[in-house]
């Protein structure tokens, strides 16, 4: 399945490739599954500008409010897909056009640099097979150093996300579902002590400083819409 994602900025946009791997059974469950709530959410906190479509029975997009909310969504795009490993390719550029009436598709009126930026990111994938580490975040775009600053923060970031066991996955989602540890070990009927090993064991707080980093990288590079 793959999920494309504009990022709407005056000069600058961000296409994203996400191929969601797994058996197509479960990829389509997952997928009408959370779709709808994580529209209904990120349309609610502006994240996105429109809820997330779907092109195809493979294909999703989406338009991003502002481009700092990059890390935020692509983390919760892979929580919400979880156990199902996300492959996200990120193109930086200019686009062409974007839906101007209502009703038409982002999939079919949007087109630029961006999205050659993204496939050229996609390709990273398949030149890394065989590697020393898996690549799971890929990004190309129109300034060499913002990418090698982006990419250098992800594989670092993903490295410690593969770590990550399914008791600590548990444990994460659980703290994030109830905003509080005591809640998180009375969902999971657990003590607190095991919700925080858990916690330090899956490096939930080193994670959210990198995102919270990178969404200030892309704040500060990334020219803000007008208004």
């Given at each position: 399945?793959?999920?494309?994602?504009?990022?709407?900025?005056?000069?600058?946009?961000?296409?994203?490739?996400?191929?969601?791997?797994?058996?197509?059974?479960?990829?389509?469950?997952?997928?009408?599954?959370?779709?709808?709530?994580?529209?209904?959410?990120?349309?609610?906190?502006?994240?996105?500008?429109?809820?997330?479509?779907?092109?195809?029975?493979?294909?999703?997009?989406?338009?991003?409010?502002?481009?700092?909310?990059?890390?935020?969504?692509?983390?919760?795009?892979?929580?919400?897909?979880?156990?199902?490993?996300?492959?996200?390719?990120?193109?930086?550029?200019?686009?062409?056009?974007?839906?101007?009436?209502?009703?038409?598709?982002?999939?079919?009126a949007g087109s630029g640099e961006a999205f050659?930026?993204?496939?050229?990111?996609?390709?990273?994938?398949?030149?890394?097979?065989?590697?020393?580490?898996?690549?799971?975040?890929?990004?190309?775009?129109?300034?060499?150093?913002?990418?090698?600053?982006?990419?250098?923060?992800?594989?670092?970031?993903?490295?410690?996300?593969?770590?990550?066991?399914?008791?600590?996955?548990?444990?994460?989602?659980?703290?994030?579902?109830?905003?509080?540890?005591?809640?998180?070990?009375?969902?999971?009927?657990?003590?607190?002590?095991?919700?925080?090993?858990?916690?330090?064991?899956?490096?939930?707080?080193?994670?959210?400083?990198?995102?919270?980093?990178?969404?200030?990288?892309?704040?500060?590079?990334?020219?803000?819409?007008?208004?």
């Amino acid at each position: 399945i793959q999920l494309t994602i504009l990022v709407c900025v005056s000069t600058i946009a961000a296409a994203i490739l996400v191929e969601i791997t797994g058996a197509d059974d479960d990829v389509i469950v997952t997928r009408d599954r959370q779709l709808g709530p994580l529209s209904r959410l990120h349309l609610a906190e502006r994240l996105i500008i429109a809820p997330y479509a779907i092109s195809a029975e493979d294909e999703l997009q989406t338009v991003l409010t502002a481009p700092a909310h990059l890390p935020r969504v692509v983390w919760e795009l892979r929580s919400a897909f979880h156990p199902l490993a996300l492959r996200v390719a990120v193109g930086l550029g200019q686009l062409r056009s974007l839906p101007r009436r209502s009703g038409e598709s982002i999939h079919e009126a949007g087109s630029g640099e961006a999205f050659d930026n993204a496939r050229r990111a996609s390709e990273r994938f398949q030149s890394r097979r065989g590697t020393k580490y898996p690549l799971l975040t890929a990004v190309c775009g129109v300034d060499p150093v913002l990418d090698a600053a982006v990419n250098g923060m992800y594989r670092l970031h993903d490295t410690l996300l593969l770590q990550i066991s399914d008791r600590q996955w548990q444990a994460v989602l659980a703290v994030e579902r109830e905003g509080r540890q005591d809640l998180a070990a009375a969902e999971l009927d657990i003590d607190e002590s095991t919700i925080s090993r858990a916690l330090q064991r899956a490096h939930h707080w080193q994670l959210q400083d990198a995102r919270r980093a990178l969404a200030e990288i892309l704040e500060r590079w990334v020219p803000h819409p007008p208004g």
